[in-house]
């Protein structure tokens, strides 16, 4: 059972663009949705993150926008340069359950074009 | 210079071997991870220990062992018992209070011949 869903799976966007990536959760018990953006042959590593008891959070270029009650939340990346082109990856944990774990998304291609 | 080193970054595996995949961190974290990633399929996570001699399965643990002797390393054996080995591996280590940043390592891509 996926508890996170991720879409799209690919995204081609113009450099300039805006490049919104969204995500879909199950469990309630979930309090931290962070983003991460991994390079080809590298490991991901941590963008921007946010916990339920704000709507939006903003960190230069990417914002994250989170929506409780419909158990969604978005990544958006304003200006789009060829230099985003990377897999993101969204991901949550549930703080009470104790283990750390984060569930992830399956990733969104990006690819910024010139 | 802080951070997580995984080794080696290519290994290859026979048919009824097992291997060893090194995961060290020098960020005094307590918790650390391994999972592994195919495409598109995301990370799945394999086994994580949130303290020294004590580690947990993770969601796809069959055909994988760990230990955690010490707090700086987790390696990972592939063992024989795995029987589609041929992945990317990640190792990731957080401060270990709860839910919050994991950093992760390099990675380490097993290939088998």
């Known amino acids: 059972q996926q508890q996170v869903k991720q879409s799209p799976q690919s995204l081609i966007v113009q450099k300039g663009g805006i490049s919104i990536i969204n995500c879909a959760y199950e469990?309630?018990?979930?309090?931290?949705f962070p983003w991460y953006q991994q390079f080809p042959g590298k490991g991901p590593a941590l963008l921007i993150a946010?916990?339920?008891?704000?709507s939006e959070k903003k960190e230069g270029r990417f914002t994250i926008s989170f929506n409780k009650s419909a158990k969604q939340f978005s990544l958006h990346i304003m200006d789009s340069q060829p230099g985003d082109s990377a897999t993101y990856f969204c991901?949550?944990?549930?703080?009470?359950?104790?283990?750390?774990?984060?569930?992830f998304g399956k990733g969104t291609k990006l690819s910024v074009i010139p | 210079d802080g951070g997580i080193t995984q080794s080696p970054k290519y290994l290859f595996r026979k048919e009824g071997q097992n291997v060893t995949l090194s995961c060290e961190q020098n960020l005094n974290h307590d918790a650390m991870y391994w999972y592994r990633q195919d495409p598109g399929q995301g990370l799945r996570l394999i086994y994580y220990s949130q303290i020294v001699n004590d580690f947990q399965k993770g969601d796809i643990a069959e055909g994988y062992s760990v230990s955690r002797e010490k707090k700086e390393s987790f390696p990972l054996t592939v063992t024989s018992a795995q029987k589609n080995p041929t992945a990317f591996y990640l190792c990731a280590s957080s401060i270990g209070r709860g839910a919050e940043t994991q950093y992760f390592g390099p990675g380490t891509r097993l290939l088998v011949l």
């Open positions: 991901a949550a944990s549930n703080s009470g359950a104790g283990s750390y774990q984060l569930t």
């Open positions: 946010i916990r339920p008891d704000v």
């Open positions: 469990n309630t018990a979930f309090d931290y």
